[in-house]
C-alpha cells in the first residue's frame, strides 16, 4: 500500500492508533488500505502505515479462509527488495496487502514512534543504570524501554 500509493496517489495520510481500516480493490487491480469510512468512496484517501506498525486483523466468517481464525495480530513491512508491502503475523507468515481480501477490516495497535511516553518517564531505573551513574538519565530510560 504504501510503496504504490506513495507513487501514484495525490494525496496520502497517515494511520493513527486506534483507528479502523479497511482493504480496499481499486478499479486498477492494486489494492489500498482506507479509513473504514471511506470504504464505498470511489476515490478514498489512501492511508499509509509505517514500517513495523501493528494491527490487529478482524476476520468475518466468510474471510477465514486464509486460517488465521476470527483474530490475527500482524506487524506491516515495508520490503525494500523486492519492493512490497507485506504484513507478517505472529506464525512468521507474510502475506501482501495484494493477497487480503477486499473489505477485510483491521484496527491500528501500535504506529512506531508516537507511543505514550509518560509510562517510560514513570518507571524506575533498574540497578544497571544506577551502576553506570545513569539513574537520572531519561535517554538511559528511553534505550531501556525500546
Keep these: 500500500m504504501c510503496w504504490f500509493s506513495a507513487e501514484h496517489a495525490d494525496r496520502i495520510e497517515e494511520a493513527r492508533a486506534g483507528e479502523r481500516l479497511a482493504v480496499k480493490k481499486m478499479p486498477w487491480s492494486s489494492s489500498w488500505v482506507v479509513r473504514e469510512t471511506e470504504f464505498e468512496s470511489k476515490r478514498p484517501c489512501p492511508v499509509c502505515l509505517i514500517d513495523e506498525t501493528r494491527v490487529l486483523f478482524r476476520f468475518p466468517d466468510s474471510q477465514q479462509r ?18 512490497r508491502d507485506v504484513f507478517e503475523f505472529t506464525d512468521g507468515r507474510q502475506v501482501t496487502l495484494g493477497d487480503l481480501p ?38 538511559a530510560r528511553l534505550r531501556a524501554h525500546f
Design 66 to 83: 486464509l486460517d488465521f481464525g476470527a483474530e490475527a495480530e500482524a506487524v506491516f513491512r515495508m520490503l525494500k527488495r523486492p519492493r
Design 102 to 139: 477486499a473489505g477485510l477490516i483491521f484496527d491500528v495497535l501500535v504506529v512506531p514512534g508516537s507511543e505514550q511516553l509518560s509510562a517510560v518517564l514513570h518507571t524506575e531505573p533498574d540497578e544497571h543504570d544506577e551502576d553506570n551513574g545513569e539513574k537520572d538519565s531519561l535517554f
